[in-house]
């Protein structure tokens, strides 16, 4: 499947990233296999940013706590590369998304 990147996350700021994507969904992008969907695309709803840095090869990643949309949405420690967000959520999608997953 190939997404375009309309997003440029990787320039702005910590808090300004933060702020972005706690408390939404993200469409994210895999840079390997997994082992929940084929497609490597996945959704996290974030529920908070833990750290945001840069790896040895100069990527920058987050650890967050996230719910896994594709996975049963339990909540577990992930690090995503901020490269593989591909989509963002809004607020009012996001809610409305998290209380169709409650009925």
């Keep these: 499947m190939n997404i375009q990147h309309p997003l440029n996350l990787v320039q702005i700021s910590k808090g300004h990233l933060k702020k972005k994507i706690t408390k939404r969904v993200l469409t994210y992008l895999n840079a390997s296999r997994s082992s929940v969907k084929t497609d490597g695309v996945r959704r996290f709803f974030i529920e908070s940013v833990e750290h945001d840095r840069f790896s040895i090869d100069g990527r920058r990643y987050l650890t967050v706590l ?4 594709d ?3 339990a909540s577990k420690y992930r ?3 901020v490269s593989g ?4 959520d809004g ?8 209380v169709k997953t409650l009925l």
Aim: charged share 25%.
């Design 66 to 69: 996230a719910r896994d949309l």
């Design 71 to 73: 996975d049963g949405g």
């Design 91 to 98: 607020r009012l999608k996001t809610a409305c998304g998290m």
């Design 79 to 81: 690090s995503l590369h």
């Design 85 to 88: 967000i591909a989509k963002i």
